[in-house]
């Protein structure tokens, strides 16, 4: 209805055969109720996890989130998210990276997010005209019940340019972000860092291969 959302999203991708099998795998299942109070504000939970095979590693994470956010205007929103996942890394190789070996077992991650959103998309599904930014700052802490303290901020925005003769629609798409360890922290787990490959950015490549 007008009032309640329920979503679920999934990703897989992956390659190969046997040993040399590549998956990656996600699910996300949540609750959002769209207007808390009748005040404008809105909120909800969700339940998300994940699996990863490669010929190097084997990691599996389950978690979950609470969110609750405000309408700033029609086209823009800012909202607060607090997150926990436990991620398992194990079938660690000997020849694997450094990076990946050193978080072998099982962690959690525990973070505080705060976005802020503004859409002019003159439809949400199928959009062909207005603009989409985003911008995220996520603050993960062991004062908040994790392993890891670590700052990150992203950003992203997209453009819908449709010409009128013929009636083509560009789109244009840029996202950028930035990481670092603070409080003693070693540093960035390998699961929550930067990585181009696999199905979403440089096909070809297996994931976590590039960056």
């Known amino acids: 209805g007008h009032k309640l959302k329920i979503s679920v999203s999934g990703k897989w991708s992956g390659f190969g055969f046997g040993d040399d099998e590549i998956e990656n795998k996600n699910l996300r299942l949540g609750v959002f109720a769209k207007d808390l109070f009748e005040k404008g504000y809105f909120g909800g939970c969700e339940a998300f996890g994940r699996q990863e095979k490669d010929d190097r590693y084997r990691l599996d994470g389950l978690g979950g989130a609470l969110l609750f956010g405000c309408r700033l205007s029609e086209t823009s929103n800012a909202y ?4 926990y996942e436990s991620v398992d890394v194990y079938h660690v190789e000997s020849f694997a990276p450094t990076e990946i070996s050193r978080h072998t077992g099982r962690k959690g991650v525990s973070t505080a997010s705060l976005t802020y959103e503004r859409s002019t998309y003159d439809d949400n599904l199928y959009p062909i005209d207005g603009s989409y930014r985003n911008v995220t700052v996520d603050v993960a802490s062991s004062a908040f019940g994790g392993d890891f303290n670590f700052v990150r ?7 819908y340019i449709t010409t009128p003769h013929p009636k083509i629609t560009f789109v244009f798409r840029i996202k950028g972000g930035w990481e670092g360890e603070y409080a003693g922290s070693a540093n960035v787990p390998f699961y929550e860092r930067f990585y181009a490959g696999s199905s979403d950015t440089i096909r070809g490549y297996k994931l976590r291969f590039i960056g």
């Open 80 to 83: 607060l998210k607090y997150s």
């Open 153 to 159: 901020t992203t950003g992203e925005a997209t453009w």
